[in-house]
């Protein structure tokens, strides 16, 4: 408060001097040369002081429509320190200005060096900026393209789609018209309203070892498939006509055929999950009976459960587009772990149901149930919440994984929702583009 009044005093003293001045100058005239002279002489101070003010108000007039720090006007008393002030001010504003200036310069240089492109957009899809990467791995041109309609620019349909959609959790996948033979993962972060940030990243590189790595595993287990069939049955030939061998070799003959034919799971599941990670998409699709095909993989559960639990159907008359044998193995899959994990007695429900526009194929159970932090590695491959467990049962440690791969060529998703001691709910949700209207839904539409 005491720096605002010393400067109120600063403007307002030197104006009340002034006219102190002016009027002492007149009054000794009007005492000496009569008050006609005086008042005379009082007209004149008080005009010059007032066009002062007038000059100094259109210097400060003309600045205003061009404010720059070299081209401040100059002024005594009270206009002094009105452009002392603005000097000042001016003087902070340019410096604050020219700081946000390097510093968007120096994060847009960072940007630009980093190894991902990046794309900034607005609520249009309107390019605002992007960086040197960006523009290689979309072929789209800063100065060329600012301002258009990225859509409008990279016309590959499962981008446009993608960046339409609107639904980014995943990120896209797919070979750039203007990079053949390269894979980019494209993700979109929205990080104001009206404004989102197009991320690129070519995973070239790591796609080819992807690539290698099936390979490798689908033909070694295609290799082994021969020679574990060819054991597996002279094996159960052995134990066949073992009738002169003693209980410790016949026991360790079971043993061996035990875990041949475990082996032989594990090696069919890796032929499995190798082809459908080799495939964008199922190679046939057709009308899957949603409601029979849940009907059919509760009579496979009721056979491997073997009266152990009370096994259910809820099932609604609907129809899905899809590859019917995947769909079979996946909602199988689901099933064979809800028998194996729940305990003698429990209760296993199986469902078809609509749910969000789409259909949800749902395993419902009683079973020993899954920690939330093992819930999002369940889909990963060999991941076992107990491995123990796992070994008694019987499972390979793949059928989680080959469910996840089965339902991303479908487009679906998989939810899961457990508690410990109390079971489980897998649900298999489609999207309404999978879903086949039914007849009294196509006459109505």
Not at 64 to 69: D, M, Y
Not at 214 to 242: A, C, M, Q, W, Y
Not at 304 to 326: F, M, N, P, T, Y
């Amino acid at each position: 408060m005491s720096n605002v009044a010393g400067g109120r005093h600063r403007v307002i003293l030197p104006a009340i001097v002034r006219l102190a001045i002016v009027g002492a100058i007149c009054a000794g005239s009007g005492w000496l040369f009569g008050a006609r002279v005086g008042l005379w002489l009082a007209v004149a101070g008080l005009g010059a002081l007032y066009l002062g003010q007038l000059v100094y108000l259109a210097a400060l007039g003309n600045w205003l429509e061009r404010p720059s720090l070299s081209t401040i006007p100059n002024g005594i008393g009270a206009w002094g320190e009105v452009f002392a002030r603005l000097y000042r001010q001016q003087r902070a504003s340019e410096i604050a200005q020219q700081r946000l200036i390097d510093n968007e310069e120096r994060f847009r240089r960072t940007i630009s060096a980093l190894p991902d492109g990046i794309i900034l957009i607005d609520a249009s899809l309107q390019i605002e900026w992007c960086n040197p990467v960006a523009e290689r791995h979309l072929g789209v041109s800063l100065k060329r393209d600012l301002g258009l309609r990225l859509t409008n620019l990279v016309r590959d349909p499962a981008f446009v789609a993608y960046i339409t959609a609107g639904r980014y959790e995943q990120p896209l996948l797919f070979t750039p018209l203007s990079l053949p033979g390269a894979t980019l993962s494209l993700a979109v972060v929205e990080f104001e309203p009206a404004r989102s940030m197009v991320l690129t990243r070519d995973i070239t590189q790591s796609e080819r070892v992807d690539a290698m790595r099936r390979d490798f595993v689908g033909n070694v287990s295609h290799e082994l498939r021969t020679p574990l069939t060819v054991i597996k049955g002279f094996l159960e030939s052995i134990i066949d006509g073992g009738s002169d061998l003693d209980s410790t070799r016949l026991h360790h003959l079971h043993l061996m055929h035990e875990q041949a034919d475990r082996m032989h799971r594990l090696v069919e599941d890796l032929l499995t999950l190798s082809r459908l990670e080799s495939q964008q998409g199922p190679d046939v699709e057709e009308e899957v009976d949603a409601a029979q095909l849940v009907s059919q993989v509760a009579d496979e559960a009721r056979t491997l459960s073997a009266g152990r639990h009370r096994i259910s159907v809820e099932a609604q008359k609907l129809k899905i587009r899809g590859a019917r044998d995947e769909l079979r193995s996946a909602y199988g899959n689901l099933v064979s772990n809800a028998v194996r994990y729940t305990p003698v007695g429990g209760h296993i429900t199986l469902r078809c149901v609509e749910q969000d526009g789409g259909i949800a194929l749902q395993v419902q159970d009683t079973g020993i149930g899954v920690a939330a932090e093992h819930i999002p590695r369940l889909t990963e491959r060999f991941y076992r919440v107990d491995k123990s467990r796992s070994r008694e049962t019987g499972g390979t440690g793949l059928g989680l994984a080959i469910v996840k791969h089965v339902l991303i060529r479908h487009q679906a998703r998989l939810d899961v929702q457990s508690d410990i001691g109390k079971g489980s709910l897998f649900s298999a949700w489609f999207p309404p583009a999978r879903r086949i209207p039914t007849a009294g839904e196509r006459e109505a539409a």
